[in-house]
């Protein structure tokens, strides 16, 4: 099994929002796409009045934060994650709304009778799914007919694929995980879906500050090889990669809505 789905390395990972936060606050410092991946996904949410809605990885909560007029429309809003610290860093990022519950909960699993929701979402989580069938199997089951699940992910040719290629004489690997990408999402979802449409978010980081890229790797600790190079080193191979005092990072986000 890979490291990025295995059970207990998912666990410590997420155990806390510090790498997470981490991860998020290059996006939000470095992005050339300014909308924000984030406000991106939500733009694309079609949540009516007195929809159902269960989010399932909702990590940070950070996207709702803003989003006072979508909670209030839905008659029941779940905030989930794998995570108790995830649930609680989201509780305390959200707060408390009469129609709002905040659950730990599997994918693998989910606790609710069929076709339970109109909505449901998991951005940037499936690939840490064992089972990732079994967990679309769940999702489907509680989703009622006419329903939309929402799922970004990313692509296979991104910041890992970017990093790895100038670090690979030191022996870093790309070993990004493939259980759920935007390459082959469509074909695992269409097992279980009759309809499912691909969007793709155009964006890339131009990073001034190299050292918060080497924080970003280091975030990663335990799913990839990358922090297995010396801080010094990575610094070295970033700087010399610069031009004009920019490190031009690519990036491959979107996500998919079936039904």
Not at 5 to 26: D, E, G, H, P, W
Not at 29 to 36: P, V
Not at 157 to 172: A, D, Q
Not at 235 to 248: A, W
């Amino acid at each position: 099994m890979n490291k990025i789905n295995n059970t207990s390395v998912v666990k410590q990972q997420y155990a806390n929002a510090n790498n997470l936060n981490t991860r998020i606050s290059i996006h939000d410092k470095y992005s050339t796409n300014k909308m924000g991946f984030g406000n991106w996904i939500m733009s694309n949410y079609r949540i009516d009045e007195k929809m159902k809605v269960l989010e399932l990885g909702c990590g940070t909560g950070d996207m709702w934060k803003n989003s006072q007029s979508l909670i209030k429309a839905c008659s029941k809003l779940i905030l989930s994650d794998f995570s108790e610290g995830m649930v609680a860093t989201t509780k305390s990022n959200i707060g408390n709304y009469e129609n709002t519950e905040y659950k730990v909960i599997d994918i693998q699993e989910i606790p609710y009778e069929n076709e339970t929701f109109d909505v449901v979402i998991a951005n940037m989580m499936l690939y840490h799914v064992p089972d990732i069938d079994k967990g679309m199997n769940e999702v489907r089951r509680v989703l009622k007919k006419g329903g939309h699940f929402y799922c970004a992910t990313y692509g296979e040719h991104g910041i890992i694929e970017y990093l790895s290629k100038i670090l690979s004489e030191y022996g870093v690997q790309n070993n990004i995980n493939k259980n759920f990408t935007l390459q082959n999402g469509y074909e695992i979802l269409s097992k279980t879906f009759s309809k499912v449409d691909k969007l793709e978010y155009i964006d890339s980081l131009a990073v001034t500050n190299v050292d918060d890229m080497i924080d970003y790797i280091y975030s990663l600790s335990s799913m990839t090889t990358l922090n297995d190079v010396p801080k010094h080193i990575i610094k070295d191979v970033l700087m010399q990669n610069m031009t004009n005092g920019i490190l031009n990072v690519p990036k491959e986000y979107g996500m998919f809505v079936a039904s």
